[in-house]
Structure formats: C-alpha cells, structure tokens
C-alpha cells in the first residue's frame, strides 16, 4: 500500500463513512478497513492521515481513532498467533507516533496517547527503551502543550502499575522508569509550582498550569502505588510541602460559576487527596510525620467546601483520607472524645449523606449511572458512600458512642418525615442509606451482608420502617424511597428474617410496574438475588412451591417491565427472568407459548445493533434454559425451538454478528444434541461444510462453541459427514487446533470425538500422520496441558483400538520409539492428568496397557512394566477434587460480569452434560485387579516384589477386593 495521493484520498472518503448514521453505509466501510489493515503501510498511511492539516478535522480524529482500534486489535501478537502488523510499520509507528502525537490537536492527542500506552504496555522497555528519551526531553521546551501531551501519555503508560501484580519483570520495569523519569517529574513539578506563583493573576495560563500539575500528580500516584521508590522517600519533604500548599491554596482566578463539573482546582485537590490516601494507607511510617498537617487541612476543606456536584470527587477523597486515619491505632484517639465525634457525625457525616437535588436529577435522568453508582460498586466514589464509610470505621471503633449519637439523627428524622411525608421524604432516605451503611460489618456480592453491626436492630427496622414503604399500594410513590427499601432488603437478605425477605416478594413483584427506571430495576435485581441464595446445607433458600402462586404475576411483571422506555435492554430484568426460569423450572413451560415468542422477539431486534454484553448474555442463557427445560420431557419439542430460532440464527451468521455467533454455535450444538434421530437433519448438514471454514477459527471465541457444535455432528452424523467426504476437512481443523498452545486441548476432544465415532477403516490412512504430527507438536513446544491431553488421547486410544495398537502405529514412526514415550511422558506425568472423566479413561488405558498388551511382557518394553504399575497405583491414590453444582443447580451462578470477552463466553444453561466414556467401569482399581489376575500364572507374586512397598501394599488391597489370589 503506497503512501501518495490516491491512496490517502480512498482512505479518507472510507473514514468519512464509517461516522455514517446509516449501517448500510458505516459497516461496509468499517468491513474495508479491517480487510486492508493487513497491509503493508496501512498504519503509515494512516498517520499520514492524520497529520495532514488540509484534511477535515473530524475525518482525521477518525483516522486516529481508527490508528489505536488498529493498534489495540494487532499490537499484541499471542503465542500461537499471526503477525498482523509488518516489522517495517512496527519500527516507523515507534518513530513517528511520539512526534505526531506532541504536536496535534487535543482531540487527536488524547487518541494517539492511548496508542503509545498500548503500544507500551507490550514493549515498554525492552523493544522501546528511547521512548522515556523522547518524552523527557520535551520537559525542558516550556511548550505546555508538549509538556501536557507527555505527561497524558506518561500517566496512560504507567496507570498499570495501580493494579498489576507484583512481580520481579514489574519491579525492574518500575526502576527503569524510575530511573529516567523520577527526577525530571520532581524538577517539572516544581518548576510548574514556582510558574503558578509567578503567573498567578492570569486566569488562562493558571488553567494550564494547574492542568499540568494534576497530570502530575497522577503520575506520581502510579508511580508510588507499588511500593515507596527510594527517590520519592528521599524527596517526601519537596512533594509532601508542595502537596499542602496546592491542598490549601485559595486560587480565586480559578473558580467556576459551574456548579456540576469540577474545575482543575478542584480536580487538582481531588488528586492530592488520593495521594496523601495512598501514604497513609500503605506507608505510614515513613508519611506519619505530615499526618498532622494534613488532617487539618482535610478539616477545613470538608468544613468549607458546598454540597455541589463540582466537589464530590473531592469531598469523596477527602473523607477517605479521614477513614485510612481513624483506622490507625496511633491516630484513633483524635476521633475519641465524644464532641469531636459529634462535630464529625453532625459536620461531616449527615451533610454528605443527605439526597441532594443533583442526586435526584440523575436518579430521573439518568438512572443507569444512579444505579451503578449505588448498587454496582463504581469506581465513581460517591460522598455518600464516602460518608458511609466513615460511619463503618468510626461505628467499629466507638459503637455504642456513635450509634447514641445518629440515634438521635434518625429519630428526629423519621419524625420529620411522619409530620410531612411529602415534603420531607429526603429525611427518610438519608435515614435508610445511613442504616444500611452503618449496619453492614461483612458483605458479599453473593449473599449481601453476612454480618450486621449488633447496635442496629435490623429486623425491628425492617418492619417498622422498611416494610411499610413497600407496602404503600402506589408504587409510583416516593420513588427514591421505594429504592431505597428494595436496597435494604437486597442488602441485608442473608442476615434478615426469613419471613420478612420472603414476604417482600409480592411487593418486588407489583414494583416492577414502577415508571421509575431505578425502581424496576432495584425490583428485579433483589428478586433475582433472593432467587440465587441457598441455605447452609446448599440447598435453595426460596423453593419453587413458594413461587408458584405469584409465577403469573412474576412473569408478567418482568416481561412487562422491559416495554418500560429506557428498560428495552435492561439487565437486571433478564437476569431476573433467566433466574425466574430456574427456579420454576418445568412449571414455567405453560407460560412458554407466549413468552418465548418475546425472547425471540427480543433476538431479532438486539442482533441488528448488539451493545448490552450482559442483557443479551442472559437473554441467551434463557434461550437455552428454556431448551433445557422442555426437551428433558419432551425431546421432541426440539424441533420447534429450531423452527423458531433458525431463522435468527441465519441473518446472525449472514451479517457476521461477531459477539452472537458463539452463542449461536452452543445453542446449535445443544439442539443438535438432544435430537433423537438417527441422522443429523438436513438443515444442520446444509451448514456443516461451512462450520470448517479456517476463518471462522481465527476468532478465539469461536473456538470453544464451534468445536463443540463439530463434535455433535460428529456424534450423531458421523456416516453423513463420511459421505460428505469431510473427514479430511474435520482432521485439518484438529491439525490447525493442536499446534496451537491456546487451543490444544479443542484439538484432542475433537480428535477423541472422531476416533470415538469413525470406523477404524476410515481413519486408516491417516493414523500415522495424525500421530506424526502429535510427537512434532510435543518436542517443539511441549507444555503441561499439551502432555496431560496426549496420555488421555493415548488412553481413548488404546480403549477403542487396544493397546497393543498404540505400540505399534508408535513404533513405526521410530523403532522402539515407545520406549521413550513411556518413560519421558506417560510414567513421568501421569500424575498431572486432571478431571473426572479425563482421569477415568486414563485409569482405564493405562490399566489396560498393562493387562492386554503383549509387547509389555516382552523385551524391551518389559523393563518398564514395574515402573508403570507403580505409577497407575499412585495415580488411583492420588487426592481429587469433588467439588460440583449440585444436582438440583438447574441454573448455575451466572457472572455479573459475563458480557463478551476475547475469549469466550461460556452460556452455563447451554453447557454439554459430562457423559461416563466407560459406564460398564465401575471401580477402575477393580478393572485393573481383575486384569492383573488374568496373567499367565506365578507372574503376579513378582510384580508385588518388584514395586514400591506402599504400592504393592495397596495393589493387594485391590487384588482382595476382586477375588483375586496372589499365590
């Protein structure tokens, strides 16, 4: 791809397209530009782009977005994967961007930035060890808009280390960083400093000035996180001093009549905040010098700092910085006496727990944000949630002191709201949220809190305070205040009364209806959640019998509430329904008529623009629960779900919809499983030459479903996919899948799914190579996974072929070749085989190479039987992992967070039930006894003698157990 005109001019008219509002004009040019990315230049010519001032700036910020999608999808190459970028485009991107990056607009910056820390992450510093170079020396240019554009990038290339594990690679990587960066950082800052004195009546560049030092102190913030870098402990007086004076400095030039969004000040003193937290946190030796002066100027900011929006970041770090302090023993008396706990609750606390106008705008405007802010734990810290902290640590401390004091808060509260409910309801809400907090000691994201503060009396809150909101028979009323009674009996739903939370079910129900989007949706948030608890014996808290008399109103109400505006594709409601589904299980089939024709509704309209991962994850989950539930009584329904669904699903793989198709492929594969035909229907054979498409590969979430889907047409269809002539199709696939160490494992069921299938006169001609093709795979890059597959396929070898099948196709490839297999890879890692079943089929082979294979009697292979036999022994003695879902689990815990992933997105509903490969092998101990007592007579006593005396210890154990004598 040549960098002139024509190319540059193609390149900007198909960039203009993809800002098209039309699909049909924006996917065909996004389809273009993925198809030529593999090009040599293209990057270039995109920067080219982008550089280019005579361009149109909204095309050129679409090239830079363009440039870093580019970057984020190829940069990284996986161990088995393809090099999609040319090592010439990698070498110009590194010498260009930097430049390019310094000297374009901001909005073309921010976007190259997040490029160079992509780009970074992967070959920072090993294959890029000028870049700090490049960047440091701008520092000295004066040019703040140099200056800025290497400090956005230095705070994106090192916001890692925040939350990377340690390791030595890290640690290194940090001094090297360090090294470079620590001491222009320390010489900017306190340049900049000295800049804000000397510029301080000027309004424009105090912006710029106070800009630069909030980037800095990001930086400074990530390159603390890890631990305290020599150079910073040596220079805590510079930082620490510089950091009070910005923490306290009045810049009247600054201030913004904006009371919603926070002006640099306040972003600047916000970050400050989260440094000064950081120290006390993790370093407070060392930092507990500079605690006094700080948590006096952390009083007087929460003393003087408004109740607007502008200032909750900063508000938030502040009273974190007063929790990591009162946490501290050394510290814990400057909270104690009681008025300075009062002048905190009071002060401090109620001011920022009180529901403020700002609060309410967002909880009708935007209730997604509300939610995620209140119930989901966002990073977005809240002074609320602050607050309530505050209240946690001071309530662990000074109990009784504390709770005497918002005692008193709550009663004067709760009257205020009694003599005015409608115009006071804000009382009663600070009064729930303040409980709530204050109550929860221990808390998880399963079971909610499971441990509750012994000063507040929860279940007598409940009833007197809780219940009585939900029971109001407008559900349009107060709507703040249904939220919050819905939180409170989600929250604590494993320590309240069972009476209560099962009796606030019915009132979950009606609020469904609410028009307020935050009340649906808390409504089938707590539903589903009550729905997923189990007691102590595992078993389910809430039983199917309880539900069945409010199911048509539960259903109703949940199907409902997605026709609510704003609620078309809300999670909370199907994951609700998915869970619904589970629990009634067959007694939801009656409503099914109707509302699987609202799911495959639902499909049709969100696979033309998927953009909920964790709606439509839950919407297929129970798509495919509800196949689960049906055909386990009526195999023969299946062929109405296909009826159904097969036409969706052909416009899902004509339009190339990449996050559905996985799902598609499991849904396909468990159908296809549940027929009772002997044949594979005609439709699925239509497909079939399609699914082994090497394309279709190359998407790693395709992988796992598409080589599922495979194995059920191998399953129930192997004779039409014989006379289909695809058996070399189905073992290139198992070629491609096996040299991947990503995929290795796809690539043996596969192949143990043929063996299993296939007549042996079909796979004749290809059994040397497929074997070839294993061994060159294990001395090039052997791995753990890779061997463990290899003894397992070797024992479905040998369990279907026989095992003296498997000594001779090995041998042939090298004369006494199995030898060496034996010694450096099955007696070696027998022990690392994992699974039940994996380990079942290799009891069983490994048992039966030692029962039926003559060549192990024989010389050479005979030197090995001893050592063999010890080592099938300590396999059956090794330790297992039992854990399961139960039996019962029809709906296993789904992830919150189960979305699309680069990976694969497992449907749990959709899952393939394990199958016994050996059900006429009960006790493979047994199966290898009763083998052992086949032997040609006087053999066995020798055997005894020639292993480990634990060993023969047990082996007698199992000879007994069978009947078998030993004399």
Same mark, same amino acid.
């Given at each position: 791809?040549?960098?002139?005109?024509?190319?540059?001019?193609?390149?900007?008219? $198909?960039?203009?397209?993809?800002?098209?509002?039309?699909?049909?004009?924006?996917?065909?040019?996004?389809?273009?530009? @993925?198809? !030529?990315?593999?090009?040599?230049?293209? #990057?270039?010519?995109?920067?080219?782009?982008? @550089?280019?001032?005579?361009?149109?700036?909204?095309?050129?910020?679409?090239?830079?977005?363009?440039?870093?999608?580019? !970057?984020?999808?190829?940069?990284?190459?996986?161990?088995?994967?393809?090099?999609?970028?040319?090592?010439?485009?990698?070498?110009?991107?590194?010498?260009?961007?930097?430049?390019?990056?310094?000297?374009?607009?901001?909005?073309?910056?921010?976007?190259?930035? /997040?490029?160079?820390?992509?780009?970074?992450?992967?070959?920072?510093?090993?294959?890029?060890?000028?870049?700090?170079?490049?960047?440091? @020396?701008?520092?000295?240019?004066?040019?703040?808009?140099?200056?800025?554009?290497?400090?956005?990038?230095?705070?994106?290339?090192?916001?890692?280390?925040?939350?990377?594990?340690?390791?030595?690679?890290?640690?290194?990587?940090?001094?090297?960083?360090?090294?470079?960066?620590?001491?222009?950082?320390?010489?900017?800052?306190?340049?900049?400093?000295?800049?804000?004195?000397?510029?301080?009546?000027?309004?424009?560049?105090?912006?710029?000035?106070?800009?630069?030092?909030?980037?800095?102190?990001?930086? %400074?913030?990530?390159?603390?996180?890890?631990?305290?870098?020599?150079?910073?402990?040596?220079?805590?007086?510079?930082?620490?001093?510089?950091?009070?004076?910005?923490?306290?400095?009045?810049? #009247?030039?600054?201030?913004?009549?904006?009371?919603?969004?926070?002006?640099?000040?306040?972003?600047?003193?916000?970050?400050?905040?989260?440094?000064?937290?950081?120290?006390?946190?993790?370093?407070?030796? @060392?930092?507990?010098?500079?605690?006094? =002066?700080?948590?006096?100027? =952390?009083?007087?900011?929460?003393?003087?700092?408004?109740?607007?929006?502008?200032?909750?970041?900063?508000?938030?770090?502040?009273?974190? %910085?007063?929790?990591?302090?009162?946490?501290?023993?050394?510290?814990?008396?400057?909270?104690?006496?009681?008025?300075?706990?009062?002048?905190?609750?009071?002060?401090?606390?109620?001011?920022? !727990?009180?529901?403020?106008?700002?609060?309410?705008?967002?909880?009708? /405007?935007?209730?997604?944000?509300?939610?995620?802010?209140?119930?989901?734990?966002?990073?977005?810290?809240?002074?609320?949630?602050?607050?309530?902290?505050?209240?946690?640590?001071?309530?662990?401390? %000074?109990?009784?002191?504390?709770?005497? !004091?918002?005692?008193?808060?709550?009663?004067?509260?709760?009257?205020? $709201?009694?003599?005015?409910?409608?115009?006071?309801?804000?009382?009663?809400?600070?009064?729930?949220?303040l409980v709530t907090s204050s109550a929860s000691r221990g808390q998880t994201q399963k079971h909610g809190v499971t441990q509750s503060n012994e000063f507040v009396p929860l279940p007598e809150f409940a009833l007197q305070n809780i219940q009585p909101e939900l029971a109001r028979p407008d559900v349009n009323e107060f709507p703040v205040l249904k939220a919050d009674a819905i939180k409170f009996i989600m929250t604590f739903r494993s320590v309240l009364p069972r009476d209560i939370v099962v009796g606030s079910l019915p009132h979950m129900i009606r609020h469904l209806s609410s028009t307020s989007a935050v009340v649906h949706s808390y409504a089938a948030c707590a539903i589903e959640k009550i729905f997923a608890l189990r007691g102590s014996d595992n078993s389910p808290y809430i039983k199917c019998e309880e539900i069945l008399p409010v199911a048509p109103n539960l259903l109703n109400g949940l199907f409902s509430s997605l026709e609510l505006p704003g609620s078309e594709e809300n999670d909370y409601i199907m994951k609700a329904i998915m869970r619904s589904f589970g629990i009634l299980n067959e007694n939801v089939v009656p409503f099914l008529g109707t509302l699987l024709t609202k799911l495959t509704d639902k499909l049709s309209i969100v696979a033309r623009n998927p953009s909920r991962p964790n709606f439509n994850h839950y919407l297929f989950e129970t798509l495919s629960l509800s196949i689960k539930i049906v055909c386990k009584t009526n195999p023969e329904a299946v062929a109405s779900f296909e009826q159904v669904l097969f036409p969706i699903f052909q416009g899902i793989l004509q339009s190339d919809v990449q996050e559905f198709i996985p799902y598609v492929f499991q849904i396909l594969a468990m159908l296809l499983e549940l027929h009772t035909s002997p044949n594979v229907p005609e439709p699925y054979m239509a497909l079939f030459p399609c699914l082994l498409s090497p394309v279709l590969f190359e998407r790693q979430g395709n992988i796992h479903p598409l080589n599922r889907l495979l194995q059920a047409f191998i399953s129930r269809g192997s004779h039409q996919v014989i006379q289909q002539d695809k058996t070399s199709g189905l073992l290139g696939v198992f070629q491609k899948l096996i040299a991947s160490k990503a995929n290795d494992q796809e690539g043996f069921l596969l192949l143990q799914a043929i063996i299993k299938c296939f007549p042996p006169n079909v796979l004749e001609p290809f059994m040397k190579q497929i074997f070839v093709l294993l061994f060159q795979r294990l001395s090039s890059s052997k791995t753990t996974k890779f061997v463990k597959g290899l003894i397992v396929f070797f024992s479905y070898y040998i369990i279907q072929y026989g095992a003296s099948t498997l000594v001779t196709i090995i041998d042939q490839i090298q004369p006494q070749m199995f030898g060496m297999v034996l010694e450096r890879v099955i007696i070696s890692d027998l022990q690392k085989v994992s699974g039940e079943m994996e380990r079942k089929v290799a009891a069983v082979g490994m048992s039966n190479l030692l029962i039926d294979c003559q060549q192990m009697m024989d010389s050479p292979y005979n030197n090995y039987y001893p050592k063999l036999l010890a080592v099938v022994i300590e396999f059956f003695e090794l330790p297992r992992d039992e854990t399961a879902l139960p039996e019962d689990a029809i709906i296993p815990d789904v992830d919150d967070n189960a979305g699309y992933q680069a990976a694969y997105s497992q449907l749990a509903c959709a899952r393939s039930t394990k199958v016994d490969p050996l059900p006429a092998i009960g006790d493979v101990r047994l199966h290898l006894a009763q083998g052992l007592g086949r032997l040609p007579p006087g053999q066995l006593p020798g055997l005894l003698g020639q292993i480990p005396e634990p060993n023969a210890t047990h082996l007698k154990t199992y000879l007994q157990s069978a009947g078998v004598s030993v004399a």
């Open positions: 791809m040549e960098l002139q005109g024509a190319n540059l001019l193609n390149l900007s008219e $198909y960039l203009q397209h993809t800002l098209s509002p039309d699909v049909n004009v924006r996917r065909p040019a996004e389809k273009f530009l @993925e198809s !030529i990315e593999v090009n040599q230049n293209y #990057a270039a010519l995109l920067l080219h782009l982008v @550089e280019k001032q005579d361009i149109d700036l909204t095309i050129r910020i679409a090239g830079a977005v363009a440039f870093k999608n580019y !970057i984020k999808r190829n940069w990284k190459v996986d161990e088995d994967g393809v090099d999609r970028i040319h090592a010439q485009d990698r070498d110009a991107i590194k010498k260009l961007i930097v430049n390019l990056m310094l000297h374009s607009p901001d909005s073309i910056q921010k976007q190259l930035s /997040d490029a160079v820390s992509i780009i970074g992450k992967h070959d920072f510093p090993n294959k890029w060890p000028d870049l700090l170079d490049q960047m440091v @020396e701008k520092f000295t240019t004066g040019d703040f808009h140099l200056i800025n554009g290497v400090l956005h990038t230095a705070h994106s290339l090192f916001k890692r280390y925040r939350y990377e594990f340690k390791s030595q690679n890290l640690w290194t990587e940090i001094k090297f960083v360090l090294d470079k960066f620590a001491k222009p950082l320390t010489d900017l800052f306190l340049a900049t400093m000295d800049l804000a004195q000397a510029h301080s009546g000027n309004a424009e560049h105090l912006k710029i000035i106070y800009n630069s030092l909030t980037i800095i102190s990001k930086v %400074f913030y990530s390159l603390n996180c890890q631990d305290l870098p020599e150079f910073f402990e040596d220079n805590m007086t510079t930082w620490m001093t510089k950091f009070h004076v910005l923490l306290t400095a009045d810049v #009247a030039a600054l201030k913004t009549s904006d009371d919603e969004e926070p002006g640099v000040i306040e972003q600047l003193k916000s970050q400050v905040c989260d440094n000064i937290v950081l120290y006390a946190q993790n370093y407070n030796e @060392e930092f507990q010098t500079y605690v006094p =002066i700080f948590l006096e100027a =952390i009083w007087n900011l929460l003393n003087t700092t408004g109740q607007q929006p502008k200032y909750d970041a900063l508000v938030s770090n502040s009273l974190q %910085f007063l929790v990591t302090i009162a946490d501290r023993e050394q510290y814990r008396s400057l909270f104690a006496e009681p008025e300075t706990l009062r002048n905190i609750c009071a002060n401090i606390i109620t001011p920022n !727990i009180e529901f403020r106008e700002a609060d309410n705008e967002l909880f009708e /405007d935007n209730p997604e944000e509300y939610i995620r802010r209140d119930i989901e734990g966002s990073d977005v810290d809240t002074r609320r949630r602050a607050a309530c902290d505050l209240v946690k640590v001071l309530a662990k401390y %000074f109990g009784a002191k504390v709770m005497e !004091i918002f005692g008193v808060y709550v009663h004067e509260r709760l009257n205020e $709201y009694a003599a005015n409910p409608a115009g006071n309801w804000k009382k009663k809400d600070a009064v729930i949220y």
